[in-house]
């Protein structure tokens, strides 16, 4: 599990396309001082595993899946990377629950500066709109973001100079892709609710009754 909030951007050294699926080589400095090899390591908001590890960086394999659901595909060397090691059990959790299952790739509508802050306004896919509620959270390439309007089509994020500085977000304009999770608790509250009161015991009434 991951929180959203990125320790460093690295670059991808090489990558190594098989028919369908990959090796990434990332270059990294401050995640390494612990990483072994096995470890998670979220990479663009996309849960991978360290396969090698050196001096210098980390290997990671990306399955067909992987390149399919996320932008992991685009990838070429000397891309700039988000990166967050898994969080430890007795970490702060500075942002929100992030799994690094990435659920779809959205596309940034457009960019606007507003005073100190810089607002992103990006479409979303039709299935992964319903899961997006405005001041909800939601991970954009592995950043814990959020949501500062919604419509039927896009939502929109107000980004402050930090973050724009310690990540990838800042380099991303109109029509670039981004990998999108949302937050995994509506994910598991509409799974349970289409499994009928027969599976479940939790009801509209129930959240109601106990304040949700």
């Known amino acids: ?5 990125i320790e460093e951007t690295g670059h991808i050294r090489t990558v190594t396309r098989g028919r369908h699926s990959s090796v990434l080589s990332i270059g990294a400095a401050g995640i390494l001082s612990d990483l072994k090899t096995g470890d998670s390591v979220s990479v663009n908001g996309v849960c991978l595993t360290a396969t090698t590890v050196d001096g210098g960086g980390f290997t990671a394999d990306v399955m067909h899946e992987t390149l399919d659901r996320s932008t992991l595909g685009q990838l070429s060397a000397g891309d700039v990377v988000n990166l ?15 799994s690094g299952h990435i659920d779809g790739v959205g596309r940034v509508v457009s960019v606007r500066r ?10 979303a896919p039709p299935e992964l709109r319903r899961y997006i509620v405005e001041k909800g959270s939601i991970a954009i390439d592995g ?31 109109a029509g670039s892709g981004v990998n999108l999770e949302t937050d995994i608790i509506g994910k598991y ?11 479940s015991t939790i009801t509209r009434e129930f959240l109601a009754q106990n304040g949700f």
């Open 1 to 5: 599990m991951f929180t959203g909030i």
């Open 84 to 98: 967050e090691r898994a969080m430890p059990a007795g970490g702060r959790f500075g942002g929100h629950i992030v």
């Open 114 to 123: 507003d005073d100190n802050a810089v607002w992103y306004t990006v479409e």
């Open 143 to 173: 950043i814990s973001l959020t949501v500062a309007r919604a419509d039927a089509r896009t939502f929109a994020v107000s980004v402050i100079p930090h973050t724009l500085s310690v990540t990838t977000l800042g380099v991303r304009r």
């Open 189 to 199: 509250v509409e799974s349970l609710f289409r499994s009928g009161p027969a599976q």
